[in-house]
Every structure is written in structure tokens, then in C-alpha cells.
């Protein structure tokens, strides 16, 4: 199945956690589409921000089930994805739109 890159990469994730890693390890934190494999995934990185890709770590997420009073929901299940950049990269800056 062909996806483009922002496709596979759904939204950068900006939190004090995934900005300290950024800073100290070069390495990108992205909310990313859940049937995504790793090499997808550094592919569209390498295209999007024209970068070196050094490895990719992904942690898949189960959705919790959410009560608001009688009503029962689901959030959905999703997946982060840790993307490590080479020596020499510059790391990129990304804003995310609301």
C-alpha cells in the first residue's frame, strides 16, 4: 500500500518530554499512523525534513475506554515513534498548528 510520507507521519508529539529528547539525544518524537513499519517511517522522515535517519524506536499505545456518565467510548489505539538522527544532522524545528 502506497502512503505518502504525511500519511505515516501524522503530527509531531510537543511535550517537556519529547522537546528534553530532541534536545539531548537528536532525536524526533511523531504520532504515526498505527500499520506503519519502522523503514516507512525513516523513509518519510529522510523525505519530509531532508534528513539522515540513525534508527527509529516505536512504542505501540491500546486505546482506553472513557466514561462520561452513562456514555461509554473508546479513545483510539495509536503509535509513537522515537526517530534518532546521525551525527552531523541539523535538527529540525517543527511547529504544530492547533
Known amino acids: 500500500m502506497n502512503r505518502s510520507p504525511y500519511q505515516i507521519l501524522q503530527k509531531p508529539i510537543v511535550t517537556e518530554k519529547s522537546l528534553a529528547v530532541k534536545e ?3 532525536t524526533l518524537c ?4 498505527p500499520h506503519a ?8 522522515v529522510q523525505t519530509v525534513f531532508k534528513v539522515k535517519v540513525k534508527s527509529v524506536r516505536t512504542l505501540s499505545y ?3 475506554m472513557r466514561r462520561r456518565g452513562r456514555t461509554v467510548g473508546y479513545r483510539p489505539d495509536w503509535k509513537k515513534a ?11 524545528e ?5
Open 94 to 98: 517543527y511547529v504544530e498548528s492547533a
Open 24 to 26: 539531548r539525544n537528536r
Open 62 to 64: 491500546a486505546g482506553k
Open 82 to 92: 522515537y526517530v534518532k538522527l546521525r551525527a552531523g544532522e541539523k535538527v529540525p
Open 30 to 33: 511523531f504520532n504515526v499512523d
Open 37 to 44: 513499519t519502522k523503514t516507512e517511517i525513516k523513509e518519510a
